[in-house]
């Protein structure tokens, strides 16, 4: 069965960087995009961005395209997304979803961040 | 970016009534949406995708519709596992982005 398992809750100060992971198992890992994207608390969605192992491209929201990098590999099926200069409207739970066509069918149970001095 | 919206932001209803929760995009998407389901404390899981195709191993008292801009989801005879949120998608263009939500709530 399909599986997501995300690192865990970190602190951390602002200003820092934060690097996490989402290893996948049950299925091909480089055969899906991976997608990250996060929640604060009590908010809404939002997209991060997207990463198509198997080719290489990644998407990157505007919105954070100067801030993210999308990595992974593939020989352990693990994606990962690093935020630089963290703030405090950084502090949310950061969920990684294998996406299918253009849909996230399988969801990881997320990390929450917290930026806190 | 598109902007998605949602009606009602919540609604109070009881088990065995039908609920009806629309999404509506700022511009036309096709039929490029998808709807999610998240209880409190998990991850969103999705119902719907592609506007109206059922997610494999959701109930089928959960339909949808539409096209275009506005998008309708149903939830007929609402059970009590239903009560939670609901986010419509847009997977038209990047970056994707999500509605408001809809917070269904027990009367």
């Known amino acids: 069965q399909v599986q997501l398992v995300q690192s865990g809750a970190e602190v951390k100060r602002p200003g820092t960087s934060e690097k996490l992971s989402c290893k996948a198992s049950?299925?091909?890992?480089?055969?899906?995009?991976m997608h990250w994207l996060r929640q604060a608390p009590g908010q809404g969605l939002e997209w991060i961005g997207s990463?198509?192992?198997?080719?290489?491209?990644?998407s990157i929201s505007h919105h954070f395209h100067d801030r993210v990098t999308l990595t992974w590999d593939t020989p352990i099926r693990t994606a990962y997304m690093e935020l630089e200069r963290l703030t405090s409207d950084d502090s949310a739970i950061y969920y990684c979803?294998?996406?299918?066509?253009?849909?996230?069918?399988?969801w990881g149970p997320g990390t929450l961040v917290t930026v806190s001095s | 970016d598109i902007q998605m919206t949602q009606s009602p932001s919540s609604l109070s209803a009881s088990v065995g009534d039908r609920v009806t929760i629309t999404c509506r995009a700022s511009?036309?998407?096709?039929?490029?949406l998808n709807w999610y389901q998240q209880r409190p404390g998990t991850s969103p899981n999705l119902l719907i995708y592609?506007?109206?195709s059922l997610q494999s191993g959701v109930p089928s008292r959960f339909s949808a519709s539409g096209s275009g801009t506005e998008f309708t989801l149903t939830i007929n005879s609402l059970q009590p596992e239903d009560f939670a949120t609901y986010y419509c998608?847009?997977?038209?263009?990047?970056?994707?982005?999500f509605g408001p939500g809809t917070k269904v709530e027990i009367k």
């Open positions: 979803a294998r996406g299918y066509f253009r849909w996230f069918d399988f």
């Open positions: 511009q036309t998407i096709g039929r490029y």
């Open positions: 049950g299925y091909i890992f480089s055969g899906y995009y």
């Open positions: 592609s506007a109206s």
């Open positions: 990463v198509n192992p198997n080719t290489g491209d990644t």
């Open positions: 998608q847009q997977s038209n263009t990047y970056p994707y982005t």
